[in-house]
């Protein structure tokens, strides 16, 4: 019985997939061309990279609902299994511990970088923030940063800090008569500022679902 129940789920699913592929092959050529029309737009937008004019411009309001979710899915694990005592740490080996004390300056300097290099070039809060979040990781493993049971005060100013700042903006651009319409004059350093409090809380968001979760009882 089980080995039927798996073939026809097996065929259903290719089913399914082939049904996507026939759709996506019959779809009519685009009314738009999209690269052409932010090619078009990118010099209103105050970045000069066009996923970034996407991602923190022309389609904003797409970004700060995944910046939403993310939090969400945080506060989520946190709700369902948070504030446990965290497990026995194991030995760690000091050459490790070592390498990870060396390898955080250059983890700040790169995430850094990536953050400023967003408005140009490839790169952006979110490739920051999973540097940042990557080396929180690295310090948990070598044994450097302690698992996390409850978000405490600053650490729950700095998961809410990208997404509140990113709100603040909307908001305050309201008066342009469109969600997130940046002025021309302003819309580099509104772009910057959003992208600095995301790279912050990404960060934390991201190493959070690692570090809370290793933070709860086996």
Partial sequence: MNGLLRSAVVIVGLSLAAAMVIALLQLPSAAVHLPALV???????GVEHPVTAVLLNFRGWDTLLEVAVLLLALLT??????GKAPAPAAAVDPLLQGLARRMLPLIVLTAGYLLWAGAHRPGGAFQAGAVLAAGAVF????????????????LRLGLVLGFLVFLAVAAALLGQG???RYPPA???????????GLTLSLGLILAGLFLFLTGRDA
């Fill in 39 to 45: 090619a078009e737009n990118l010099a209103q937008s």
């Fill in 77 to 82: 694990l946190l709700t369902l299994g948070g």
């Fill in 139 to 154: 310090l948990q493993l070598a044994g450097l940063l302690p698992a996390w049971t409850a978000p405490r005060r600053w």
């Fill in 178 to 180: 469109a969600l997130l």
């Fill in 186 to 196: 302003l819309a580099g350093g509104l772009i910057l500022l959003i992208e600095a």
